[in-house]
C-alpha cells in the first residue's frame, strides 16, 4: 500500500502561481511512477501531468504545458507540481496518484493508477 497526502493548495488570483506537494509512505518512492490529476464542480477528472521514475521523463496535457512542472524528490519521498500563471478554468480539487512502472514509462489515464490522494482545493480568482 501506498499513502498519499496532497498539500499546498489555496485561493490565488488569476495570474498568480501556487505549489502542490504530495508525500508518498508506505513503500519505495522510487519505484512508483507520480501523476496529477484535477476535477473541477460538474466534470469529469482529468489529467494534469505525470513523472517517470525517471525523473527526467515528464508529460503534460495540452492546457498546462508552459505553466506548470512536476517533479519529484525521490530523497523527500514527494512529488510536486507548480503551478503558474493560473487561470479561473484551473479551479478544481488536485489529485496525485502514484503506480508502480517501468523506469520510463509514464501514464496519462486514471485507471493506469492504483494509488490516490485525498485531494487538494485550488481556486484561482478572476
Known amino acids: 500500500q501506498v499513502q498519499l497526502v496532497e498539500s499546498g493548495g489555496g485561493l490565488v488570483q488569476a495570474g498568480g502561481s501556487l505549489r502542490l506537494s504530495c508525500a508518498a509512505s508506505g513503500r519505495t518512492f522510487s519505484n512508483y511512477a507520480m501523476g496529477w490529476f484535477r476535477q473541477a464542480p460538474g466534470k469529469e477528472r482529468e489529467f494534469v501531468a505525470t513523472?517517470?521514475?525517471?525523473?527526467?521523463?515528464?508529460y503534460y496535457a495540452d492546457f498546462v504545458t508552459g505553466r506548470f512542472t512536476i517533479s519529484r524528490d525521490n530523497a523527500k519521498n514527494t512529488v510536486y507540481l507548480q503551478m503558474n500563471n493560473l487561470k479561473s478554468e484551473d479551479t478544481a480539487v488536485y489529485f496525485c496518484?502514484?503506480?508502480?512502472?517501468?523506469?520510463?514509462?509514464?501514464?496519462?489515464?486514471?485507471?493506469?493508477?492504483?494509488?490516490w490522494g485525498q485531494g487538494t482545493q485550488v481556486t484561482v480568482s478572476s
Open positions: 513523472v517517470a521514475r525517471s525523473i527526467g521523463h515528464t
Open positions: 496518484a502514484a503506480r508502480g512502472g517501468t523506469y520510463f514509462g509514464y501514464y496519462d489515464r486514471q485507471s493506469d493508477y492504483d494509488y
